[in-house]
Structure formats: structure tokens, C-alpha cells
């Protein structure tokens, strides 16, 4: 199967984008998103339980306008998109550092539509509803290998039951559900538990991140019943394996959407700041890194559309190009945040300056679903 | 890999290029031939690689693109995959390079009617060879402040200076040359012009020799050059607009230059990779050692981004502002180059010492060699510093650091 | 390490040091210390530090190679093994960090006989803190810019403007201010006072706030503030002058600030070696994945060519140009903690997320907040693109970029 | 046992270095090197046999001032110096791009000194009277790890019956004989054969550098007498070992001096050279670059003499700081070459240009021993 030229980028997938894009600066713009997350450094930092604000009118408006729907397939009430579509998406919310279950939620989608178990199209239907759910897969390791998962499922009364703890849950306490993964007798298994199922404790995590929670997620004696497994132990690795890809490119993309605020933001403010009686941007040691910037947002930006599209209709590319995405968008990252905060000079050390609000972000997507040497030593597993 | 981009006609292409290919591929030379084309010397390897760019021409693998009056094919598409198909098949590269990928181009968008008719088709067919003078020794980087004059004579220009960096000049019947008309604004002051070399009164080619010890380009002197007013290419202070797009269109060129004629930069990947099999290190594969791996990797992500990137260049909706990604290609071409070839000397360890002409020496000595002319890459027709400069301040609105 | 480059009397105070410090650690606060001293906010914070100084001042461990008559111990050699030792022993860091670091260097080396033996003394025991006044919201980098404007008038100046960056101010009894007394010379116009601060009429210090969340600089009003003419450092227009002094000496500063407090770049680098074999990777300790072994190991190197080269700096015969290893030393430690702390974030994978307060945040979430930390040692007091100016200028002899 | 402050470079290993440095520059400066080995590009790169020319005039004269007596002991007839005081001299040869059998010498001296067979004496007396010697213990694939040498030794008639081939010999064409490794039934033993003995093929080969010359050297049937054992079998190996720091040091000295003649010829060039009617050196896109260079190299030269004095005073910390110096100087020659031809720009592409000269060494010099990834790996074994 061959990839179309334009990467499969279309009318329908440019109207989203620009719909985006425009919603999310008119309701999520800097000064919205300093209000909600920034106001004060203590609210933010300091409270024992750490905050996890949200806008939750903008959420219900993003299901009306099918956002939450965009990958659920059209089988289960979704419009069934394309990743290119939905990549397209995660970008404008990287460069609006958005504050959402919206990215959890269609992480946790595009696993659900890989898993054959009878619960798994109910939850697609709950999704395209509204539901916010946030995958919860990951070890005390904070390891991303599902073998690892350190929740069992034993057969209980009234259907499986869970037990264990699963980590680095994301925006944990903006979800109505989590999609768990958990290791019976013969396999692993997907279960889909709601946050307030008895059983279940949510524990925050303090983080660096100002955009997201995450916390971990206790889970002792949680019921299970047969209609709310997604996936049949044994199916659980083998949906989360064929979704990797796509989860890849999703926070790939986040970073570039990132990225692209960060390059504008810093180059407009080289236009505007000057010293030595020149404007910044006149001197090599800002205009260069800036332009440094530029070429690696572009290259991640490149493979990220080649992941999506290699999703879509390439299957068998999808893993190394998912990978390729997301190891070069970490790096990718890593340099424009430090370059955004140190070409602002001292402002930019400072709170009140945006640019911290996206560095922490980044800083946060670079290590999801594992770093770039660790894309990498895959990578090269298949070279 | 690039196949899977074909419509089914693009397809059909491919299949008739791989045959032609196939049946023929020259019988090698008796003689040596150079790493690339700006380096042929002697007049047994010019005629050898005239007389394949002819053969290839004649059979429609160049100018595929190009309307059919101007001698070419009037296909669209075709170029990109006659062109993989050559580096695919391992046959000699084009020798007319600076005329296919600079001069060609920028006739097609500046020339006249009358000099697209005249020049395109020996340009594509390489009955002419062409060669670029813009570079002069007191203006490297700075194209703009080109010395060499152009003093209007009724309908003819006088010129005279010193170009350098010219490749090819000893077998050109043409250059591109960028000359000043008038001092009083630095860029407006340049006029574009067709140049005669060969045979030329008062043109003097001489060979410079680089820094591996190979020779391939040359500088040129004028002294009271005469050149006709219809060999000008677009108006009189035009110049520095057909530069521009000279150089925007020296990808090309920039590639097979950069790196050992044909090959593409896949295949370069490619070779890096089995090397990395091939030398031992701590005596195991140098592909064993994790840390060389992953480097090879950070190249291998690059190379796939730059081709993704030029993939994406052509789809409007996701590219912003129209240069930003034409401004950097020879940038990150020239500088992934040179990574490319820096990392397989380490992977060759003490056999990095090994240069042209030794048994032991990997792949020919290819590394050591293709690592030095990097450097002519990184270089020429603006160096890298000048390429971030010029996308600063193009693309993002920098302020100029003149 | 250090020990090993002891004359046999400083083997012996390293002695007394280790004893002194043994017998004296103070008890841990009912309360949290901030990672280091610029960060001192709270009253209780100020007084236990305070205290602690005072202690260690006592003890002769602080200023031992100043003179006798300033407050001094008379030593040579003795202030890098006391510091050592304080770093070795794990105590809290010392409180008037920009006093010892900056202050008191620049009077040494400008202020009258008077001004040393007035503020030496305090400013060794910490009973009095200082601040710096150099950074204007206008005038980032470009120190030099410096518009804080300094009136004379008879005896005494009139100081208005506005200071940004002035860590410890609102504990403050004196700044060293930077202010422009004539606009005719950018560099010629500058005159460096010491100014109060605590209680001074027309003085007001707002607290900024760092990206990190944390507090610990300010900024600075002055309202038309009267000082005395005999608090003016070295001679009028002599202020760039000094402030280089103060900058050249800042490395001290500057090391403490960056890093957490004592700790030194060596115990970073165990601590960062420490963290690879003991956070998981793909099920096993980071420490055995090759390529983080690597890059630690490339950390490591960096860290003893520093030691290293500061100790050149003291052997003439090894050094050619006398500022061109003292110029380097901020730039190159404040990178060097950049791109260590930043390491240690990939070594942290997932839990590089985890943050002051989470009880599973490796080391006290220490790496994350010393990588953020570390921007602002890249920045204060000349960024480090200031800083290559700076060196290719004065060191190699380049054109000013300005 | 504790480190001088000042490395141990005292009064006269100062002199020596400016001697040093005004002997070179007096008779082997940049015109006489070009003359040498520079003067025409076909007959340094394009002869069947490659040329391996060499000042002898000069080389009897820097043995009538004991540099090759230089780091032979004392007992010996030699000045018995530390080797801060090689390193100085390494320095200069590399600032001068030195064509010499000088430091291959002092690296075969370096290895005699550490071994205890009866020929180790009268080979380090022969290099004292003016001898040139280089070491032959690399292995086909170019390893440095003595154990792989390829290089046997039986018992003949008359001594010992050397076969096999040393690979990547130095200066070969310009010693008077090696010291070859070579493996007996009862471990690694080293021998002095001269160049001209009997059953001895130099094969040169081609190589970039053009400033030394470097060849496998065949051993068939070579016979070694008793009194030419340098090491005898089961010490070969230890004598390498423990000379390794020292030869690691003299080629990374040799790198920080070829680097400061790097650093000062490209800062002169962008002091008088102009692009845009300013001199380049105004433009941070040089300025930073040289300034990065001067930074590498610095950082490369303390580490050369914490090494060099910790082989003269703390033997117990030499290997570790060698390799240090190795692989800090070998990534920073690879980065100050690469600048001093693209900071030069058209000119230094060329052969006309003085830079390549330094940078084909550089280039050899990097791999010498092991390049710094190779010495990385060594270091993080013990740390």
C-alpha cells in the first residue's frame, strides 16, 4: 500500500485544524490558560494536594464539536478519522499547551479501537458521548513495556478483580474512567473502571508540568464486570502494541504544536527586544539557535505527518516512523524549550514570562511513552 | 521506498527507466573516473561522460519535466523518479550538473523566449557544458558584493574580473555569471549574464587544486570580455533576484556534488549501515557498540526527516510560509552530509587513515574523501552561516546582521 | 582529590576543618531550606543561616585568605580548602553568598583602606548582607546600558532607577550598584557605589518570582536616594572597571547559585553517576544502557577538565593570555550544570515529571529544579552568549560585536 | 603520593618547550612543511608508492639536544625527564605539524622503559645515540588491545622466529627498526628488529595525513637474538599496559598544540579578513565557534597535564586521566579542524590553504590508540 503524497492531509482535515486553532485561541489563549494554571506560584506548587484545574465548559464544547468523536469508529457513533486528522489536532493543543483530557482521552481511543473485548466498543460509544478516559498502563518503573504492569486480575464475584497499582497516570483527575491494563492467569487484559468505582484511589503526583496532572492510580478489590472488558486477557499487549504507534505520534505532534508557539514567541520577541542598541534578532547568537529551532521543528513535524500517514495506510512502516517522530520531536523539545527560555534572557527565567508554561510542558512529553535514545534503541532493533 | 509516491503513469516511468537502465549500462572506463562530476579532469573522462549523458538524454531520463519546445519531456513528476532510478542503478553520473541544476532552472524562470529555445536543449542533452561564476575571492559568502564589472557598450557588455570556485569551466561553453553594472546599490547593482567561455577572447581558465588533493574547479579571469546584450538574463539590476533563484534550485546540484555523484542520500544510509557491519570494533561488529548504533540512528531520523520534509514542502496546507523550507535544504543537506561521513570515520577507526589507493582502504577510501568535500558544500554558494542568516531573516523576520 | 594538592600546613587545617565541622553541624530546621542561598526568604531561614555563618566566620573558615586587618584569617591557599570541606561535609551553604562572591572581591580590590575595614568584617561573618544592583529591566545583557542614574550633589549622589536580579536584597543592609553618572560615554559614564538598602529613604524591594515557582530575586526602586559620596567604589567613571572585578570574581558565586547550595560539581557528578545505578531502565539500572554510560562518562570529563583548568590558571608557565581561562570559568561551569542536571532528567525517564513535594521525586526532586535553576546562571550576570563575546574580544582578539 | 600545583612543570620544562617552539618555528615553520610535503598534490597523493619525506638534518640536530634522549632513563644515557616534559614537547611538534620519526620514537621509548627483557636496555641506549624506533603491536583490524596481535614467536635457530604482520606502523619508513609484539607459547612478548633485517617487508600504505607516513610491516622468519628481547614472553603485554597512559598522553599533547596553531591561524584570518565590509570575526557565526574552540582545547590541555603528572607522581590515577585527555582532545581536534576549514571558508577548501595540513593530522590523530568513544567505554568501566 502506497502513501498518498499529501500525506493524506485533505479539505476535512484542514478545516479541522483551522477550527481548532481558532477555538483554541479565542477560549484557551495565553492569558486564559495563565489564569487557570499560573495565577500564583504558591496555588500552583505549594498545596499539599496539588491542583488540577480545567475548563470544563471548553471540554463540553469540544464534544459538540465532535472532537472527542474524531477517532472513535463511525460503528460506535465516531466520526473515524484519520491519525493525520487527529495528529493535526494534537498539534493546535501543543501550541496552545492545552489544559484537557482531550489528548488522554483520544490516547485511550485509539487503544480501544485496537482491542476486540466486548466493553471495548461500549467505551468507544461513552467517548463519543463526552466520556474522558486516560489510559492507565504504566509500572512503578514508569516503564512503557506492557509486560511490566504491576495490576493482576483475578476472577471475583460478579466479573474480574483488580488489584495493584498502575503510575503515571495522565490528567487522572479529569477523566470519568481509565483504561487498565492488568495481567490475569492466561495474559494481559484492557478493563475499563471508573474513576469513582468503589476500590479506586486516585493519588495525585506533585509535577513539573503546569498543563497536565498525573497521578497514580491504587486500585484494591475493583470489580469488573464481563461488558467492561475492553480486551480478553491476552488481547491487553496485543491493543496497547498496535496502538503504540499511533500514541506515539499523538504526543510527537503535541511537541511540535508546542515547538511552533515557542519558535513565534521567542522570534517575535528578538524582533521587538533590544540590546546593544540593535534589536536582538540582528545578532547571530540569537538569530542562529532561533533558526536552529526552525529546522528541527521541521523535521519532526515532517516525520510526525510521514507516522500519521504511515498509520493510515501503511501499517507495516507505522512503528519505525511513529518512532522516528517521536524521537526526534524529544529532542526536538528539549532544544527549543531551553533555547525559548534562554534567548529571553532574564525575563524568561522569570514566572511571569509565558515561556516556562511550555517549557515544563515539553519537558513532560519528551519522557511520555519513552525518551528519544530509548525510541532510538528500538529503532535500531529493526535497522 | 520512493516508489510508493507513484501515480500508476509515474509507475509506468519507473518500470521503462529500470529497463533502459538495465540494457544500458556503460561497459566501465579503462580509466579512473572522479567521486563526482565537478571533479572531472581529463578530456578521456569528459568525452566517456558526455557521450552516457547524451545516451540518457536521448532516452528521455532528462529534462522529463521540462516543456517539449525547450527540448525536454513535458511530463510532470517524471524527474524526481528518473533521477532515483539513476542513483538506483549505480551508472556514471550526468557531467553537465551546474548546467541541470543551476543554469537550467534559472533560465527556464528568467530567460527569454529565444534563450530558453537556444540553451535548454544542448544543456540537457550536455553537447554544452555550463559552469557558475558567482563566487570572487573577495566575496565568499558575500555573493552581493561581486566586484566583477559589466560596463554597457552599445549592444554589448565589456567584463572584466576574477571568478573562482568554478567548476567545470575548463570544459564550459557557458557561464552563469553574476557581474556589476553600478556601484551606487549594492544589490541592484548586479546584472545576470550568459557568459562564452570556451574558446572566449580574453577568458582565462585556470585550475585550482582542493584541499583532498584532487582538482575540479578553477578560477576564471575576464579581461575585456565581450558579450552580447541578448546573453543578458533578465533585466539590467535583475541579478540578484536570478541568484536567488539560482541558488534556491542548487539542491541539486548541491547533492550529487556534495556526495559522490549518484549516489542519493539513502544510499548513503545505506552504506554507513553496512560498514557499521563490516569494520570491527573492540573486536565485534562496530554495529554491536550501542553508543555508534545510536548515532547512526540520529542519522538515519535525519535522513528520513529531510525526505520528509521535502515531501511536505509540496503540500500547502501544512507549510506555513512558502520559503521556510526551500531556504534549508542545502543547509541541511550539506551539513547532514558532513555528519554522515565524520560518524563512518569513526566507525572505521584506524582505517579512517586509509586514502585513495590503497588495497586496505573501505569502500575505496569513499569516507575520508566524501568527509573533506563536505566541507565544499558547507561552503560554496553560501556557506551555512550565510544559509541560517538569510532563513532568519527571511523566514523569520530577523533583523538583517549586515 | 583535592586533598591530594596540599601544602602539609593546609593538610593540616583541612584537618581542623573536618574536625570543626564534625563537632559543630548544626540541627536541621524544624523547617525547609530552599536549594540554595539566593533563594533565602523567610526570617527563620535568614536568622538559622545567619547564625550558622557566624559560626563558621568564628571558626576561621570564612575569609581566611583575607588580611588580618579587614577581618581576615592571613592565610593563602586556605579559602579553597575550607570550602571543600563545607561542600564535603554536607552542612547548610552560606547565607551572604553574594557578599563573599562578589562584594567583597570588588572592595578588596577597588574600595579605600577605610571602606575595607567598614565593611569587610561584617560582610566575612554575614551580620551583614549584600546584594547586587546591576541588571535593569533595560539592560539584560548589555550591562554596560546601565540607566540607574547617580546625581552628585556636594557630597553625596542622588540615585534613581530600577534593578532587576538582586537576589538577598530584601535581606540586604548594602548593594553594589552599578548607575550612570554622564550619558557622554556608555562605558566612561558608569561609577560603581556601595549603596544601603535596609531602611534607606526612597528605596523599595519587590520580590520577582522564578519559573521555577520559587522566589528569591527582586527587583529594586530607587527614589531619589541619597549616598554618601565616600560609599562611591574606586573613582568616578571607574565603574565598568569594577564591575568586571566583580564579575571575573563571581565564579563562587555563581558555582553556589547554580548548583543547590554547597554542593560541589564533583559531588553533582557522583550524584548523577548514583541516580544511572539506580533509576530503571527497560527493567535494569540506567547505568548499564551504553549510551547514557556515555554521556555520563562525557559529563565526567567535562567535570575534571574544569578542575583542571582552574588549577592551569594557576601555573603561569601553562597559561598563554592571563584572562583567557579566568573569562572562561562562569560560562563554562554554568553549562556545564545545564547540561549535567539535564542529563540526569533522561537518566529520570518518567519520574523526571515528579516535583517538590511528591514523595517518589528522586533526590527531592533536586534534577528538575536544578536543571530550571541552571537558565538562570546562563543568563544572570552576562548570558553566556555575552559571556563568548566577551572572550573572543578581549582573549582572541575579534572584532566587537556591537 | 600527591600532584604538584603546578603539574611538575617547572624551570626546565619550560625551557625545553621554548626551545622547543623557536627551533620549529625557526626550521620546520609552515613554509618548510609545505615545501616538504605540500608541493605538488599528485605526488603526495598520486604515486604508485606513496612519499614518506623527512628533515634527517633536523633530526640530528634534535638528537645532538637529547629529545630523543628525552624520556630514556637515566642509566640508559638518557635525560631520564618526566613526562610533563614529553608532553611539552608533544605539544610543539603538533603546533609545528612536526614530519618526524620523533614522537613514534619517544612512544617506542615510552614501552621500552616500562619493559624488563635484556634488549630493553641497549634499544633504549640505541634511541639515546639517535635511533628512531616505532612501536609494531596493531592487529589487522586495527586494534589496540595487545592480546590481538597477529604476530607470532617460535623458538629458531639462533633466537627467536618471528612471523606475521604488524599493522598501522608509524612513521615506518623513517625508524631504523620496531618493536614488535608479537605472541609466544607463554604470552605476549616485545622485540627489537631493525628495519633492515632479513625476512622484514615494509609495505607503506596510502593515508590521508600528510604529515607522517604509515605502513604494515611483514615478519617472515624474522630472527631475533636473545639480547634483542625487550620483553620476554608474559611481559610484552604488561610493559604495553603500563606505558599506555604515557602514549595516550603524547598523542593527545600532540593534538592541543596542533589545535592552538588551529585556533590562532583561523582567529588571525577572521581578524583581517572581510565579508559584508566588516572584518568576520564581528560576526558571532565566527566569533562563538573560534571561542568554542579555544574553550575544547583548553579543557583538552589541562587534562594532558593532570595526565602527564599523574604518570610522574599518582601512577594509581594515570590510566584514568589519560584516557580522559585522549578523548576529550581526539573530539575536540575532530570539532577545531572542521572549524578552522569552514571558518576560513573558500580559501581553506583548498590546497593552497595551510589548514588542511593540520587537520589531515588531526584527523590520524584521533584514531591513534582508540578514538574517544572507544576510550569512553574504557573510563566508564571504572568509574
Known amino acids: 500500500m502506497s502513501q498518498p503524497k499529501n500525506f493524506g492531509f485533505g479539505e476535512d482535515e484542514t478545516l479541522l485544524r483551522d477550527a481548532a486553532r481558532k477555538l483554541l485561541s479565542d477560549r484557551a489563549g495565553v492569558e486564559a490558560l495563565r489564569r487557570l494554571v499560573a495565577r500564583d506560584h504558591r496555588e500552583a506548587y505549594e498545596r499539599a494536594v496539588p491542583p488540577a484545574p480545567w475548563d470544563e465548559a471548553l471540554w463540553r464544547q469540544m464534544v459538540e464539536l465532535g472532537w472527542t468523536a474524531l477517532a472513535v469508529p463511525e460503528a460506535h457513533g465516531g466520526a473515524g478519522m484519520r491519525m493525520v486528522a487527529v495528529a493535526a489536532l494534537a498539534e493546535e493543543a501543543g501550541r496552545a499547551a492545552l489544559v484537557s483530557p482531550l489528548l488522554t482521552t483520544l490516547a485511550a481511543t485509539l487503544v480501544l479501537r485496537a482491542a476486540d473485548g466486548p466493553g471495548a466498543g461500549a467505551a468507544l460509544e461513552r467517548i463519543a458521548g463526552g466520556a474522558a478516559m486516560a489510559l492507565a498502563v504504566t509500572d512503578a518503573d514508569g516503564s512503557w513495556e506492557p509486560e511490566n504492569t504491576s495490576v493482576t486480575a483475578r476472577p471475583g464475584s460478579g466479573g474480574t478483580r483488580l488489584d495493584g497499582t498502575a503510575w503515571f497516570v495522565q490528567d487522572?483527575?479529569?477523566?470519568?474512567?481509565?483504561?487498565?491494563?492488568?495481567?490475569?492467569?492466561?495474559?494481559?487484559?484492557?478493563?475499563?473502571?471508573?474513576?469513582?468505582?468503589?476500590?479506586?484511589?486516585?493519588?495525585?503526583?506533585?509535577?513539573?508540568?503546569?498543563?497536565?496532572?498525573?497521578?497514580?492510580?491504587?486500585?484494591?478489590?475493583?470489580?469488573?464486570?464481563?461488558?467492561?472488558?475492553?480486551?480478553?486477557?491476552?488481547?491487553?499487549?496485543?491493543?496497547?502494541?498496535?496502538?503504540?504507534?499511533?500514541?506515539?505520534?499523538?504526543?510527537?505532534?503535541?511537541?511540535?504544536?508546542?515547538?511552533?508557539?515557542?519558535?513565534?514567541?521567542?522570534?517575535?520577541?528578538?524582533?521587538?527586544?533590544?540590546?546593544?542598541?540593535?534589536?536582538?534578532?540582528?545578532?547571530?547568537?540569537?538569530?542562529?539557535?532561533?533558526?536552529?529551532?526552525?529546522?528541527?521543528?521541521?523535521?519532526?513535524?515532517?516525520?510526525?505527518?510521514?507516522?500519521?500517514?504511515?498509520?493510515?495506510t501503511e501499517p507495516a512502516e507505522a512503528e519505525r516512523a511513529a518512532r522516528m517522530a517521536k524521537a526526534s520531536a524529544a529532542d526536538m523539545a528539549a532544544f527549543c524549550s531551553g533555547r525559548s527560555v534562554q534567548l529571553h534572557g532574564g525575563i524568561g527565567f522569570t514566572w511571569e514570562c509565558d515561556v516556562h508554561l511550555w517549557f515544563k510542558r515539553q519537558q513532560h512529553n519528551q519522557m511520555l511513552y519513552g525518551d528519544a535514545a530509548y525510541q532510538r534503541a528500538k529503532i535500531a532493533e529493526v535497522l | 521506498m520512493e516508489a510508493r509516491r507513484d501515480t500508476p503513469e509515474q509507475a509506468e516511468f519507473r518500470q521503462y527507466c529500470r529497463r533502459w537502465l538495465e540494457e544500458h549500462r556503460p561497459a566501465p572506463p579503462p580509466f579512473r573516473l572522479p567521486e563526482h562530476a565537478i571533479e572531472v579532469m581529463t578530456e578521456e573522462q569528459r568525452a566517456y561522460l558526455a557521450r552516457w549523458q547524451k545516451q540518457v538524454y536521448d532516452a528521455g531520463l532528462i529534462g522529463c519535466d521540462y516543456p517539449k519546445e525547450y527540448g525536454g519531456g513535458g511530463h510532470q513528476g517524471f524527474q524526481r523518479i528518473a533521477n532515483n532510478e539513476l542513483a538506483l542503478a549505480g551508472v556514471p553520473y550526468l557531467l553537465n550538473v551546474i548546467g541541470l541544476g543551476m543554469a537550467a532552472p534559472s533560465i527556464l524562470h528568467h530567460g527569454s523566449e529565444e534563450q530558453k529555445r537556444r540553451f535548454l536543449p544542448p544543456l540537457l542533452s550536455g553537447e554544452e557544458i555550463w559552469c557558475q561564476g558567482f563566487s570572487e575571492p573577495n566575496a565568499g559568502s558575500d555573493l552581493a558584493s561581486a566586484q566583477t564589472s559589466a560596463v554597457r557598450d552599445g549592444d554589448h557588455w565589456i567584463i572584466n574580473g576574477h571568478k573562482v570556485w568554478t567548476s567545470l569551466a575548463h570544459f564550459a561553453s557557458w557561464m552563469i555569471l553574476l557581474a556589476r553594472h553600478s556601484s551606487e546599490d549594492k544589490y541592484k547593482g548586479l546584472t545576470y549574464f550568459i557568459c562564452p567561455i570556451a574558446g572566449a577572447k580574453g577568458v582565462t581558465v585556470r585550475p585550482l587544486i582542493k584541499l583532498t588533493g584532487q582538482t575540479g574547479f578553477n578560477e576564471v579571469l575576464f579581461e575585456d570580455v565581450v558579450v552580447s546584450d541578448s546573453l543578458r538574463l533578465d533585466e539590467v539590476g535583475k541579478g540578484w533576484d536570478v541568484a536567488m533563484t539560482t541558488l534556491l534550485h542548487e539542491r541539486g546540484a548541491a547533492e550529487s556534488a556534495g556526495t559522490g555523484g549518484g549516489t542519493s542520500l539513502e544510499e548513503r544510509l545505506e552504506g554507513l549501515i553496512a560498514l557499521a557491519k563490516r569494520m570491527k570494533r573492540r573486536g565485534r561488529p562496530a554495529w554491536d557498540d550501542a553508543v555508534l548504533r545510536d548515532r547512526i540512528v540520529q542519522i538515519a531520523i535525519r535522513v528520513e526527516g529531510f525526505r520528509q520534509t521535502f515531501r511536505r514542502a509540496r503540500v500547502g496546507a501544512l507549510t506555513e510560509h512558502p520559503m521556510r523550507i526551500p531556504l534549508s535544504s542545502k543547509l541541511l543537506l550539506s551539513e547532514l552530509n558532513q555528519d554522515l561521513a565524520a560518524l563512518a570515520l569513526e566507525i572505521e577507526g584506524a582505517f579512517a587513515s586509509l586514502y585513495l589507493g590503497d588495497a586496505q582502504a573501505p569502500d575505496g577510501a569513499e569516507w575520508p574523501l566524501a568527509y573533506m568535500n563536505s566541507y565544499g558544500i558547507t561552503i560554496a554558494a553560501g556557506t551555512s552561516e550565510i544559509q541560517r542568516n538569510i532563513l532568519g531573516e527571511r523566514v523569520l523576520g530577523l533583523a538583517k546582521t549586515k
Not at chain 1, 487484559?189 to 476500590?199: E, F, I, K, N, R
Not at chain 1, 522570534?267 to 534578532?281: E, M, N, S
Open chain 1, 172 to 312: 487522572a483527575r479529569k477523566v470519568g474512567a481509565f483504561v487498565v491494563l492488568a495481567r490475569a492467569a492466561d495474559g494481559l487484559g484492557l478493563y475499563v473502571v471508573d474513576a469513582d468505582a468503589p476500590g479506586v484511589t486516585i493519588v495525585p503526583d506533585h509535577i513539573v508540568d503546569l498543563t497536565r496532572d498525573q497521578a497514580h492510580v491504587e486500585l484494591a478489590g475493583v470489580t469488573v464486570a464481563a461488558e467492561r472488558v475492553a480486551a480478553a486477557p491476552g488481547g491487553g499487549d496485543a491493543a496497547l502494541r498496535a496502538a503504540l504507534p499511533a500514541l506515539l505520534t499523538l504526543v510527537a505532534a503535541d511537541m511540535c504544536g508546542a515547538a511552533e508557539w515557542q519558535l513565534h514567541t521567542t522570534a517575535a520577541y528578538a524582533q521587538i527586544r533590544k540590546q546593544f542598541d540593535r534589536p536582538l534578532g540582528f545578532f547571530q547568537a540569537v538569530k542562529h539557535p532561533l533558526v536552529n529551532m526552525m529546522l528541527a521543528a521541521d523535521q519532526a513535524r515532517s516525520l510526525v505527518y510521514n507516522a500519521a500517514c504511515a498509520i493510515d
